[in-house]
């Protein structure tokens, strides 16, 4: 784990001196990266506009308390807005700025999780009790990317950097992955066979993540650092272009080793899905931990955008 951190750290400390010079960048507004969303680096340029939506609960499915230091539940409701540039002048580069900010209440997401989403589940409602209501809080995210082309000559491997801070907490990140690779960006002999079909229509992803927290107005006595690791599966018109697709649709799963700790100190794992469905402009995703046995419970979220570059 130490190399790990200390190749993370580095990789941090080579992106963000170039990140003051550029537009910022980030993609997802916290905490949604560590709630379970798709959380990679815009492939393509984008200026979204939309609503995050995310849920914690105080209590977990057991009942028992998730978090020693959280005695309430609350529901972030950000306005966001994100803005991906891929800069021709610096090819292979691209920066994104997200804000997000908005009323902190129960609803409507209280009423979502227990009224619709864990009927759905089959999960049972999850106890509510103390509410954090009548509060703003926001969020700036910021991060640099470095696209590098593979095999089929597609920029689909990337590494880079960023920053998160707000009311909720603070943060320091590093990541590096692969986005929409097919199987000829590593075989390129497949193009020339019928598979070629296959990778036409589907297109896989993953990252590592390393993360720097340390506590804000909302989220007290955060873990000093996490890890999280993802890989999703995504269907779309995507043929042999660079340009995004007219539409997707794409299921993720997340495991984080988590922002938060027990009452005894111990780092509270987590294990997420996820699923996005995008339409021309229209782009629609929702996280949960359902698939995590332990709590099922705390943490749900969802976000809706439009992408005015696509209009």
Not at 42 to 69: I, V
Not at 232 to 239: A, D, F, I
Not at 290 to 296: C, E, F, G, I, Y
Request: proline residues 5%; hydrophobic residues 40%.
């Amino acid at each position: 784990m130490g190399v790990h951190r200390r190749f993370f750290s580095w990789l941090i400390v080579l992106c963000l001196p170039s990140f003051a010079i550029e537009a910022a960048r980030a993609e997802t507004p916290a905490p949604s990266v560590h709630w379970g969303s798709i959380a990679y680096p815009d492939q393509f340029r984008s200026l979204r506009f939309g609503g995050t939506f995310d849920r914690f609960t105080e209590f977990d499915g057991a009942g028992t308390r998730y978090h020693s230091t959280i005695n309430e539940s609350f529901g972030l409701n950000l306005a966001t807005a994100s803005w991906t540039e891929h800069w021709a002048k610096w090819p292979g580069w691209s920066t994104n700025l997200t804000l997000g900010i908005g009323p902190t209440g129960s609803q409507p997401t209280e009423y979502i999780q227990n009224n619709l989403v864990h009927p759905v589940l089959g999960d049972a409602p999850i106890r509510v009790g103390r509410k954090r209501e009548d509060v703003t809080d926001g969020m700036v995210d910021a991060s640099l990317t470095r696209w590098l082309r593979l095999l089929n000559d597609r920029p689909e491997l990337f590494l880079g950097g960023g920053i998160s801070v707000g009311t909720i907490y603070q943060e320091e990140f590093a990541r590096i992955g692969v986005r929409r690779s097919s199987f000829d960006s590593f075989i390129p002999v497949i193009k020339d066979t019928p598979l070629h079909y296959v990778t036409d229509y589907l297109r896989f992803s993953g990252m590592a993540r390393y993360s720097r927290l340390q506590s804000g107005a909302l989220v007290h006595d955060v873990k000093p650092y996490s890890f999280l690791y993802q890989v999703s599966v995504s269907l779309g018109p995507y043929g042999t272009s660079d340009d995004p697709p007219h539409w997707e649709i794409e299921f993720a799963l997340t495991w984080d080793s988590g922002i938060f700790t027990d009452a005894t100190g111990q780092s509270r794992k987590e294990f997420f899905w996820s699923a996005a469905a995008t339409y021309a402009a229209f782009r629609f995703e929702t996280w949960n931990d359902s698939l995590h046995h332990k709590d099922k419970g705390p943490t749900y979220g969802f976000t809706v955008t439009i992408d005015l570059f696509k209009l």
